[in-house]
């Protein structure tokens, strides 16, 4: 989420890009939800630089122009006594390549081709790998999808995902708070923060995702929901949702 700030350095997006290779190599899921995390990342780049290029930056009713212009300003200011202070940059040359501020385009270029490198060695492997049955890209058919929603496995999903959401002796009121902590962040900040909005995105295309291959799984769903699924699954987004529920109690920061 550091590549789309725009304090975000070179060495941050590298950071970043060697630790989520390292997640690859982690969970079986591992692949899919880093497709989930990028996607989510190119479409808050997307829908950002689309807000920005509106009404400087798209608000929804409760969050006003004026943030976003004080916003600015406390930008310009902060620049303004940057220069103040060391008029010459003498300070910010030793910096050299690791503290570089390029675009966040370019700074999350960096990390996802990063995350692609160090994982090589699993893509080299994984092909050999037996899917016991779980093949799931090759089960996302049309005849699937349509076999599942005629039934009644969706509401059967549907109601083991809200009663997981709901479980608060298990997981306390993050779901709660998560979904309280989405409304907030979108009606106080719109699109303009582009780490928030990709962790939101990011978070609710996994649970999707879950949602979609628990559809087309050939496993019974009685015995998915006996080894604790639903929860299971939720324990890869948990960290994601807590995120943004810490992130809509933060003031506003400058966007990339």
Known sequence: MRALRAGGTTGEASL???????????????????????????????????SRASVGGVRWPL?????????EKETRRARENRALADPSGLSRMPQAAFLLRPS???????????????????????GAV????EGYPSMFT?????????????ADIAAAFWQSFTNCAR????????AFGLAALLLRR????????????????????????????PWSLELLFATLIPDRLLVHVAP?????VCAAGWPEREVA
């Open 16 to 50: 970043a890009g060697v630790l989520l290779g390292g997640a690859l190599l982690t969970k079986n899921e591992g692949l899919a939800l880093a497709g989930i995390l990028a996607a989510a990342l190119g479409l808050a780049l997307v829908l950002g630089r689309l």
């Open 63 to 71: 969050a006003t122009i004026a943030a976003h212009s004080d916003c």
């Open 104 to 126: 966040a385009a370019a700074r999350l270029g960096l990390a996802l081709a990063l995350a692609g490198l160090v994982a090589l060695p699993w893509f080299a492997v994984r």
């Open 130 to 133: 037996p899917s016991i049955d």
């Open 142 to 154: 049309r005849e699937n999808l349509a076999s599942a929603l005629a039934g009644g496995r969706p």
């Open 171 to 178: 997981w306390g009121f993050l779901w709660i708070a998560f």
């Open 190 to 217: 719109g699109l303009a923060e582009l780490d928030a909005l990709a962790a939101g995105l990011a978070a609710l295309l996994a649970l999707t995702l879950y949602f979609t291959v628990l559809l087309v799984s």
């Open 240 to 244: 994601l949702a807590i995120w943004c």
